[in-house]
C-alpha cells in the first residue's frame, strides 16, 4: 500500500467503533508482530548494557536504523526531499523520540528490572492524551482521567514494593522511574508533534528515517562527549542485539505500527502498550529473576486494569 494510499484511508476510518471485519484481518498480523517484538525490546537492551555503553548502543541502532529506513523509503519511492520547515519537525522529532526518550530509558534500565520500565512506559497514553488535549484540541473524558488514575495507583502499590525490596539501593528505584518519566514524556512530545496537520503530509518512510539520521547525529555527539571514543564490543552477541533493535525494532516495526495507526485511528493501536508490559513483565520474570509479591500483582493488575479503562474511553 502508497503512502498516499494510506493517507486516504486515514481520512475515512476512525476510533470509532464498530471495526469492519476486513479492516480486523488486514491489521491482526502488523498488530500481533509489532506487539511482540517491543515486548521483547525491553530485555535486549538490559543485555546491551554490560557491553558497551548506553550512549554508543543507542549511537549505533539509529545509525543503523536510519540508514535502513531511508533505504525503505526509497524502495517505497517516497518522497525524500523535504522542506526546510520538513527538515526542522524530522529533526525535532528525532531529538525527543531517537535522543531524550531512548536515553532516558536506557538510563532506567540500570537501576530497575525491564518489565517494570515497559509496564511504567505504558502510561505514555497519558500524556499523549494531555498534549493532545493541549495542543490538538482532543477530548479528555472523565472515564479516561478515573482509568489513569486506576493506572497510577497500580503503579504505586508496584514500585513501593520494589522501594521496600531494594533495602541497599533504593534510590536507584527513584532513578528508574523519574528515568522512565522522562522517556515517557519525550515519547509523547515526539508523538504529539506527528499527529500535527503539517507533520502528516510528510511520507511515514521519510519522516521516520530522517528523525532516525538526525537523533543519530546528536546521540554519536553526545556518545563521544560523555564517554569517550567508540568502543566495539568484538563479541557477536552484542552486535546480534543491536541490529535486531535497529533492524526488526526498528525499521520493521515502526512502518508496521504507523500502518496500523493510520488503519484503525491512534486509540485502538494503543492496544499495544496494554499487551506489551504483560509480556514483557513476564520475560523479565524468567530471564532477570523479577520476584513477584501480592502487593506487586495487585499494582499491575490495577495497572493494566487502568490502562484499558483509559484506552476504551480514548474511543469512546
Known amino acids: 500500500m502508497t503512502t498516499g494510499a494510506l493517507h486516504k484511508e486515514e481520512a475515512t476510518i476512525r476510533d470509532g467503533p464498530p471495526l469492519p471485519r476486513r479492516v480486523q484481518a488486514r491489521v ?3 498488530f500481533t508482530v509489532v506487539t511482540l517484538i517491543w515486548s521483547s525490546t525491553w530485555l535486549v537492551i538490559r543485555d546491551e548494557l554490560d557491553a558497551v555503553s548506553p550512549a554508543w548502543s543507542i549511537a549505533y541502532r539509529f545509525t543503523i536504523a536510519g540508514a535502513a529506513m531511508l533505504a525503505y523509503a526509497i524502495a517505497m519511492r517516497s518522497r525524500l526531499r523535504l522542506t526546510r520547515v ?3 519537525w524530522a529533526g525535532t522529532i528525532g531529538l525527543a ?6 536515553g532516558f530509558v536506557y538510563a532506567a534500565e540500570v537501576h530497575i528490572a525491564s518489565g517494570l520500565v515497559a509496564l511504567l512506559f505504558a502510561l505514555l497514553i497519558v500524556p499523549n492524551a494531555i498534549l493532545g488535549w493541549l495542543f490538538l484540541g482532543e477530548r479528555l473524558s472523565r472515564r479516561f482521567l478515573l ?3 486506576i493506572a497510577v495507583l497500580g503503579l504505586a502499590l508496584l514500585f513501593g514494593h520494589e522501594w521496600r525490596g531494594a533495602a541497599a539501593r533504593p534510590h536507584a528505584v527513584l532513578l528508574g522511574v523519574g528515568f522512565t518519566l522522562l522517556a515517557t514524556l519525550a515519547a509523547s ?3 504529539v508533534m506527528s499527529a500535527a496537520p503539517r507533520v502528516r503530509a510528510v511520507p511515514m518512510p521519510t519522516l521516520v528515517g530522517s528523525g532516525m539520521i538526525a537523533g543519530a547525529v546528536v546521540d554519536i555527539a553526545y556518545a563521544a562527549a560523555t564517554a569517550g571514543p567508540p568502543r566495539f564490543d568484538l563479541g557477536g552477541g552484542y552486535w546480534l542485539a543491536t541490529c535486531y533493535l535497529a533492524l526488526v525494532a526498528s525499521t520493521l516495526a515502526f512502518p508496521l505500527y504507523y500502518h496500523v495507526i493510520r488503519t484503525i485511528g491512534s486509540a485502538r493501536a494503543a492496544y ?3 499487551l506489551t ?3 514483557a513483565m513476564a520475560l523479565s520474570t524468567v530471564f532477570e529473576g523479577y520476584r513477584w509479591s501480592a502487593q506487586a500483582a495487585v499494582g499491575c493488575l490495577l495497572a493494566i486494569l487502568g490502562l484499558f479503562v483509559a484506552l476504551r474511553a480514548r474511543i469512546a
Not at 523520540?97 to 531512548?102: F, G, H
Request: net charge negative; charged share 5%.
Open 28 to 30: 491482526l498480523v502488523p
Open 86 to 88: 520538513e527538515l526542522v
Open 97 to 102: 523520540q531517537y535522543v531524550l526518550n531512548y
Open 147 to 149: 482509568g489513569a488514575g
Open 189 to 191: 512530545v515526539a508523538n
Open 272 to 274: 499495544s502498550s496494554l
Open 277 to 279: 508490559p504483560f509480556l
